[in-house]
């Protein structure tokens, strides 16, 4: 990538659907519980809340300060606000200690960082001996792009960039953010010392398409099948060594 990448939506939940194909994909690799839990780019909470009854504590984390304060609005006064702690930074810098948590989960996040490569660092350092990265993240086999791109300086839909992620050289210059293949990012995340333990893949979820909630059989039926690399989305579990 050339450019800044974007933040992502401004809301992390654009349907409930694609948030409990995603929650339901990670439960189905590994088990959503633990003691200390991070969700790192926590965004408005979305996915942080429906974490949080699996764990004793909880550290969410973002760099948007807007997105954060929904986040605190919508949690205060809640039976979660006693042990979940919210808190601003970037990935790439996490203020917390060494091995603090046993499991760090970035739902739809590794394609938005800065830095990918301290990212993924500083991850493996708060994780303790043992502990569980869960990811979900663009999949560079489905054939559209899902963030938006920019052509002549102009942002353009996503719906305008029909086969974008398939032409790689092309789709890191011009995409809003980033796609991966399960062997390219499990490869770098291995590098920093993790094991690849757990992975599948997730079609649309067509919350708010009408054509897509017709044709939604088909591609839920693609997910159960051996068609399903070509997901919108790949999930990832892997655990510290």
Known sequence: MTRALGLGAHRSNKGDRGVEKRLTALAGLTELSGK??????????TYT???AGGFDEVTAVDVEPERLAV???ELEGSELAAKVRIRQMPAEELDLPDES???VTTIEVLEHVADLNASLSEIHRVLAPGGRFLITSPNRYFPFETHGFFVLGKRRPPRYGPFLPWIVPLHRRLA???SFTVRGLGRQIEAKGFRLVGVDYIMPPFDRSGLGGKIR???DAFERSRLKFFGMA???VLEKV
């Open 176 to 178: 809003d953010a980033r």
């Open 101 to 103: 948590f046993d499991v």
């Open 217 to 219: 059989p088909i591609t």
């Open 71 to 73: 986040f605190r609005s």
């Open 234 to 236: 790949l999930i990832l």
């Open 36 to 45: 200390r839990l991070l969700d790192v780019g926590c965004g408005d909470g």
């Open 49 to 51: 809340r429906r974490l």
